[in-house]
């Protein structure tokens, strides 16, 4: 039995696999502030889920930056509670097993990638289009090599231009995610019904996925997350189509399929 987990900003989902291959069940709740306690809860549903079997692995993503020995989460805006605590340590522990982590994003694209809408495909770009933008690499079914993980949402698309949460000026996510749509029209992106302002959004998103297709060449470029509901998608493609022309095609833009438990199919290839 393997026990997989999702560590997001706001919520925690625990899943289990019999096979290896499948999620057999998962369970949601909010995410836990405090570290001591979360694990506590991790603790208690992955109990419930395994119904006394024996667990032989546990892997999961935590939103935030891990440090290079993939143990410890150093840096997150959204789970301050957990940063500088042993998870890893303290999860071999409790499990008594093999434990690995992963930033969430990275599991998130793995997830797609393997056994979403990337199945079959040798270079798979994932991007998340949510809050922020978050993306991954992945080829040969395994994320690239890297060493601060992947960050194309922080990617400059318009030189000076909007400040962006990160500190830095002109960044993608800061034209194209939810929470600076919200602050650039003052409604939420699944309000906003201008097709002008839907057509600039998809305008600058084929910038940043142009930049994405020259330096990562990948097959195809699944695009997931909250904002995927309101993108007008046939002009992104038609807008990236424009814009890319040392490629004889581009990339095949798709949505992903997995939906909120892609993080637990991407921990899952971590035990494989
Ligand atoms: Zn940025």
Redesign the pocket.
Known sequence: MFVLFDIGGTNMRVGASADGQTISQSKIIPTPQGFTDGVKQLKQIAQKLSEGEEITGVAGGIAGALDKTKSILVASPHLTGWVNQPLKVELERIFDCRVELENDANLNGLGEAVNGSGKGKKVVAMITLGTGVGGARIVDSKLDKNIWGFEP??QVIIPEGNL???G?KG?L??YVAGSYLEKIYQKKAEDIKDDAVWDQIAKYLSIGLNNLTVFWSPEVIILGGSMIKSLPFEKVRTYLKAELKIFPTPPKIVLATLGDEAGLYGALELLK
């Open positions: 949402g922080h962006c949460n990160c830095g960044h996510e800061a």
